[in-house]
Structure formats: structure tokens, C-alpha cells
């Protein structure tokens, strides 16, 4: 079946340094460069009766309530993307899925709970992040054509393994025979061509955790995933014979259910030494997945597209048919140390995974006290045991309550939401249900079987997207939140979390088979920006630095190299947020053409790519700025130089002034 499809493709690079990243929560990982641009990547299908969704596949740690309500907002205000007065995308056929780095600036939240460790909300990351997202669709919207969609699904050779094994063998046995492992290895790929057999792009969901570059990491990075991406890119691009430019195929790598699963299993937490190698190897395996089965794909999707969505207040929903119901958000202490395969956490050691009410004991961490004394002094409310409401200490079972997060309030704002968007999209045979959170193996496969249920024959395949739409940390089967390891401590509205997420998916699922609309559900806390606590912005002017001016080279380049060393060289810049060069690049590599440097010769690789790295250092207010570039064993040898982009602020004037610095020649042999 021909549908119209189209592709696009937006940076969304947020400011590079000194703001928090945001997956580890660790306050001191503050960025300090570049070492892979994150991108949104989108993907709409409009079917021969002209309904049609968007997908968008973002390098996001998570996606927010904040950020998909003004990406739709925008959308509706953009007469291009309108007909007959109403607007073509809305939140009810738009999906935004992160892939789930832990390299990327945080604060774009409108939720303490999720800007806590990076000292609030930033703006200017928020605001590139949705005019991202935004223009990732226009640019899929303006490339819309007939063409058809294939569809593949094989193994990935190495996914990690489970980081909370005891926690899933609780699950029953039975249950857990009917899977071969405890981690999720299966890919699931779609292959977006034309009338003319030319690939526009891919997308896949596989359940891999980024965290292969930990806390020790300061550089953004789309980790594994992000690796993965612009490997498959770039074998499309060369495959299809496709250079430059807007026809150039896209690849996303969206995530699944691997909120308990690790790629650090084998190799231990990292270490800041060998994580980029580790995430390497992860985005490989990915990628040579990807490339078969985008090789392999035959099997082409036909059917009606269609799609539900529906708002759902997670804090109070009742299980039928029994007693039991979910209650407001609350983390317990099993959390406190994060996932420890992953991160530190706050290193209170006396409260471990498995911390639950019953082996509680009391005690004292100073990092934990610091951040509720520093909390409560920013204006944040924090209600006392005695004025819980009645049954919320016990309606969290097994959790012993260490943050009330749906009791506690800034300025009147609970710091987590509790009413989230539920959405399924459906693609002919193909269904994909966005969660908004983090699910573990087992709740993903619970939830794929309770809808394959309802879908029956007309669902061949089911995606779980997760981190998707909006984010409320994770959901564990309630065998697995009652050992309370980080999972399942981190899950929000108590032991019945997944039940309740499975209830009201599998209502959606029968009103979007039936074809009948659903009443409306509750509506979304909408945040005033005034009510945020904001991270603090860095205004200071450039500094020259001794009889260096702005573009100089600080730090110089031998004259030869060989294939396999690396590059630096360092330059005296301007403050890199002033000037984040979305769509751009703070680097260029450059090879010399036999007749010489033209006017403006074309980057052989920017900052973009996994063998450039750009480094932000300030040395007496005046800011350095270090392009490395590890040269590739297949390098074509030749005559290089590297460049340096950006723009100084100079005195107290608020103007940006433009600046280039480059590198004297070198050869590469």
C-alpha cells in the first residue's frame, strides 16, 4: 500500500557548557564541549484517506510534558501546517520519543523532580530543543511524496544485561520461561522509500540503555544510540549514493523497554577511561542490526493509519475488578544511590537497593540533608509523615517514602506530574504504544501482551516507545517493586503503576479498534514559566587573553601526522552558549583541494561527527577552545587544517560579534 511519507532531520544541540546534564543526576556533571550534536529526526505518514501521524525520534535524555505541548503549540500556529483552519499535527497524532542519552543538557522540564540536579529550568536549552523538534517537521511536512514503508525485526548481538536480576527473578517462573533472557535483544525497523525504491530513512526501536558515557563524561554525546545514527546515516548515504543536502537519509534509533537493563554489566560502571570506547561498541552492534535488517526488509506495511490519544491522572486511577488503586508521586530510599551499575548516586551507603518500609532503618547522609535544607530554603514545601493523606504511606506498599514528590510543592507545583499522556499509534499492522517513562523488560512485555490482546490478528507487531511524550521515571511489575532496587523505587505512583498504565492503554486500544472516541481525561498541569526555578545564566564579556585576540591559535599543530594520531589544536574564543551554532558546527576539518583553499571549501568533518571532540576550558575569564580530531585509519592523506566558528561578547554591549580562528596546514600520511 502507497502512503505519503517524508523525513526530516533538525539539530537540537543545547548550550554546550557549564549546564547540568540531565539522566545521571549528578549536580557536578556540568558540560564542557561537544562530542556528537544531538538531533530530533521525523518521520510522517499520511495514508490515501489523509490521516496521518508524526513520529519524532529525539537524542534527548527524556521527553517532557513542557516540551511536547509548546512543540504542538507551534505547530498549530503555522499556517503552512493547517487545512481547512485546523491544524495537521496535534498532540493526538504527534509522538515525540527520546532516545535516552545521559549526555545532553538538562532543565527542560517544568518539574523540579527533573531539573533538581541541574539547578533548575534553562530556557535556552528548552527553547532550542522544541524549535527543533518543530522544524524536524516542517522539514518532514515539505518532503512529503508517495512511497512505501517495509518493515523488518531480527536479534542485536549484544544489548547488556540485566542490572536488577534479583529484582526480575521475582517475577513468576513460569512468566519468566517464556522468554530466553532477561533483557530485551530484538530490533524492530522500519524502512521509509519512495515511488522510485530510494531510501528516505529508517527508524528502529531497541531496548539499549546509553549510559555508556557516565558521570565522568562533560562532552554532549548521543552515547551509543547517537553512534549508531551517524554510522547508519552515513552507510545510507553511501549506499544510496546520496551527498549533501535535504535528500540525505535519515536513521533514528529510538529505545524501548530497557529500564533494567545495562550495557555496563560486562565492564563496570564507567570509569571516564574506556566509556567512549564502550559506547562504541554498543552503537555497533546497534548499527550492524540496523544495516541488515534494513537490507532484509521486504515485508511492507498496508492498512489505515490511525491513532488515540488521552490524558490520564496516574495518582488516583482504581484497578477494576479489585481494591487496589495508584496514589501521588513518591520515590523511595532504593533510589538514593542510583542504579549503582550506572552511577554513584548521592553515596548515602546505609540505605541501599532494597531499601523497603520493612528493613528501613534511620539514618544520616549529609549530601541527602544538604539537599533538603538547600531545597526548603529555595521555596520548596515539604510535607512531614503526620500530614500525609490517609493511606498514601501504606498505598506505596513496600516503598519506604524518602521524596513525597506529588505532596511537595515549589511555588504551589507539585515537583512531579502526575497527569500523563497515554497514546498508540497504529500503521496498518503495526502498532506502537508510547509510555511516558522508563519501563523494565518484564512491564514491557506485559503491557505488548495485554495489547496484542485486544489487537489480535490486525497488530503483527507491537513497539512499546518509551521515554515518550512526557516523563514519570520508571514502572516495574509489582513482583519487581517489591524488592525495591532503583527501579522500583523510582516508580512513581506505587505497586500498581504498570497495572494501572495497562488498564488505560488497553481501554485505548479497544475504543481506537472499535473506532469510537474516548471521554476526555483529565487535563495536564500547565506551568507558568514565572513559577519555575530557573538555573542561573552566564552573562560575563570575552577576554583577550595576553597578546592573544579572539580567533588566535593558542596551542599550535605539528606539520605531519599519521593516520590514527590525533589532532589539537586550541584557540582563543567566546563564551560557546552565547552562540550554541544550532544547524552549524564550532569545528571544521579540512582537507586542501590540488588547486588550492577556495573562498569557502566544504567540511570534511564538523562537530558532529564521533572522530571530532570540541572543548570548552576558561582560564582567567577568558574562554579556550580545543578542537581535537583523532584522525581515521582510512583517512585519504593529504594537506588539512582546522577551523574554529563562534562569537565573543566584548565589553558590556550586548551585541555578538562573529569569529574564526584557523590552523596553520599539516599533512596527514
Known amino acids: 500500500m502507497n502512503f505519503r511519507i517524508g523525513v526530516g532531520k533538525h539539530d537540537i544541540t543545547g548550550p554546550c557548557a557549564q549546564i547540568g546534564f540531565m539522566g545521571m543526576s549528578n549536580d557536578g556533571q556540568t558540560g564542557k564541549g561537544i562530542h556528537g550534536r544531538l538531533f530530533a529526526r521525523a518521520f510522517i505518514v499520511d495514508d490515501p484517506a489523509s490521516i496521518r501521524l508524526a513520529l519524532v525520534v529525539a537524542d534527548l535524555a527524556m521527553c517532557t510534558l513542557a516540551g511536547k505541548a509548546a512543540v504542538v503549540r507551534r505547530l498549530a500556529s503555522d499556517g503552512n501546517l493547517r487545512s481547512n483552519g485546523a491544524p495537521l499535527y496535534a498532540d493526538n497524532n504527534v509522538l515525540v520519543a527520546a532516545t535516552h542519552t545521559h549526555s545532553g543538557p538538562g532543565g527542560y522540564s517544568h518539574f523540579l523532580a527533573y531539573n533538581a540536579s541541574i539547578y533548575g529550568f534553562n530556557k535556552q536549552n528548552f527553547d532550542i530543543i522544541v524549535e527543533g523538534i518543530v522544524e524536524s517537521i516542517r522539514a518532514a511536512h515539505r518532503a512529503l511524496r508517495p512511497g512505501r514503508i517495509l518493515i523488518a525485526r531480527g536479534e542485536v548481538a549484544d544489548v547488556g544485561a540485566n542490572r536488577s536480576l534479583p529484582a526480575y527473578e521475582r517475577n513468576p517462573a513460569a512468566e519468566r520461561a517464556l522468554y530466553p533472557e532477561s533483557v530485551e535483544g530484538e530490533m524492530i525497523l522500519l524502512k521509509f522509500v519512495d515511488a522510485e525504491d530510494k531510501v528516505l530513512g529508517t527508524v528502529n526501536w531497541c531496548a539499549v540503555h546509553p549510559t555508556n558515557m557516565g558521570e565522568e563524561n562533560r562532552l554532549i554525546s548521543g552515547d551509543n544510540k547517537g553512534y549508531a545514527e551517524e554510522l547508519m546515516e552515513k552507510y545510507l548515504s553511501r549506499d544510496s549514493g546520496s551527498g549533501g543536502g535535504a535528500e540525505k537519509p535519515i536513521a533514528a534509533f529510538a529505545n524501548s523497554c530497557c529500564g533494567d537493563s545495562s550495557p555496563n554489566m560486562k565492564t563496570g560502571r564507567p570509569d571516564g577511561i574506556h566509556d567512549l570506547a564502550h559506547a562504541f561498541e554498543y552503537g555497533q552492534f546497534q548499527f550492524e542490526a540496523a544495516r541488515n535488517l534494513a537490507g532484509a526488509a521486504a515485508a511492507e506495511l498496508s492498512g489505515p493509519v490511525s491513532f488515540l490519544h488521552r490524558y490520564v491522572d496516574m495518582s488516583r486511577v482504581s484497578i477494576a475488578g479489585t481494591g487496589n488503586r495508584t496514589w501521588p508521586p513518591a520515590m523511595g530510599y532504593g ?43 529555595a521555596g520548596v514545601k515539604w510535607p512531614q509523615p503526620e500530614e500525609y493523606p490517609d493511606g498514601f504511606a501504606d498505598g506505596h506498599a513496600e516503598k519506604a517514602i524518602l521524596f513525597p514528590l506529588g505532596l511537595a510543592a515549589y511555588k504551589g507545583v507539585p515537583l512531579a506530574p502526575s497527569v500523563l499522556p497515554l497514546q498508540i499509534l497504529k500503521i496498518g499492522s503495526l502498532v506502537i504504544a508510547s509510555h511516558p517513562g522508563e519501563m523494565t523488560v518484564m512491564a514491557g512485555r506485559r503491557l505488548k501482551k495485554a495489547l496484542a490482546a485486544v489487537f489480535g490478528p490486525g497488530a503483527e507487531t507491537i513497539v512499546i516507545a518509551a521515554y515518550a511524550n512526557a516523563y514519570s521515571s520508571y514502572t516495574t511489575t509489582r513482583e519487581e517493586y517489591a524488592a525495591q532496587h532503583y527501579e522500583g523505587a523510582s516508580t512513581l505512583f506505587g505497586p500498581w503503576t504498570l497495572d494501572a498504565y495497562i488498564q488505560e492503554d488497553v481501554r485505548i486500544a479497544q475504543a481506537l479498534m472499535a473506532g469510537v472516541p474516548l471521554p476526555a481525561g483529565a487535563a495536564p498541569l500547565e506551568v507558568s514559566e514565572k513559577k519555575l526555578m530557573k538555573t542561573a545564566v552566564y552573562g560575563w564579556p570575552d577576554r583577550t587573553f595576553g597578546e592573544l585576540r579572539f580567533g588566535d591559535v593558542a596551542g599550535n599543530v605539528r606539520p605531519v601526522y599519521e593516520r590514527g594520531e590525533t589532532v589539537k589544536v586550541t584557540f582563543l574564543g567566546g563564551f560557546p552558549n552565547y552562540d550554541p551554532r544550532t544547524g552549524k558546527t564550532y569545528l571544521a576539518v579540512e582537507r586542501k583541494p590540488a588547486e588550492g583553499w577556495p573562498r569557502n571549501p566544504e567540511a570534511v568533518y564538523t562537530d558532529a561527527d564521533a572522530c571530532t571532540f570540541f572543548h570548552w576550558d576558561l582560564a582567567s575569564g577568558s574562554s579556550f577552545l580545543t578542537a581535537d580530531w583523532a584522525i581515521p585509519e582510512r583517512e585519504i592523506p593529504g594537506v588539512y587544517r582546522i577551523r574554529y566558528f563562534g562569537s565573543y561578547k566584548e565589553g558590556l554591549m550586548p551585541r555578538l560579534r562573529p569569529v574564526t580562528g584557523t590552523s596553520p596546514e599539516f599533512q596527514v600520511r
Do not use: H, Y
Not at 341 to 351: A, H, K, L, T
Not at 356 to 369: A, I, S, Y
Open 335 to 377: 533510589m538514593i544511590n542510583g542504579s549503582m551499575e550506572d552511577s554513584r548516586g548521592m553515596g548515602c551507603d546505609q540505605w541501599k537497593e532494597g531499601t523497603t518500609k520493612q528493613n528501613f532503618r534511620p539514618g544520616f547522609c549529609l549530601k541527602l540533608e544538604a539537599i533538603k535544607a538547600v531545597s526548603a530554603l
